[in-house]
């Protein structure tokens, strides 16, 4: 359970800075090169590299070198999982606002009699 929490802290760490999530909408359309990620973003090539390094700990990318270049792609695994946390934790709030509802509207009905 450690290793996930530490995991999701990874994934939403990476996640809450905004120059790596657009990283990541730049990779959604496919493949790409460190700079061509670079080339949108007002940052230099070491800050884009310590980016993808954050993004790549986390797992959201992963890297392949073919010859001088390095190729970045999305690992959707991370998101998948992240995704999972935030799922579970919607659906219980949705059965706890639906009982809050279903409260108010037993008891405020009562209250108006």
Not at 12 to 39: K, N
Request: charged share 35%; glycine share 6%; aromatic share 6%.
């Amino acid at each position: 359970m450690v290793k996930r929490n530490e995991q999701l802290d990874r994934v939403f760490g990476a996640l809450a800075d905004p120059t790596r999530r657009g990283i990541l909408e730049q990779l959604s359309h496919g493949e790409s090169t460190v700079g061509t990620l670079a080339a949108p973003h007002n940052v230099s090539q070491p800050a884009i590299s310590r980016h993808l390094r954050v993004l790549e700990r986390a797992g959201l990318i992963r890297r392949e070198r073919k010859g001088r270049e390095h190729h970045i792609r999305v690992d959707p695994s991370s998101v998948e999982e992240a995704q999972d946390w935030i799922a579970h934790y919607a659906r219980f709030w949705k059965r706890q606002f639906d009982a809050v509802d279903d409260y108010l509207t037993k008891h405020g009905k009562k209250r108006k009699k």
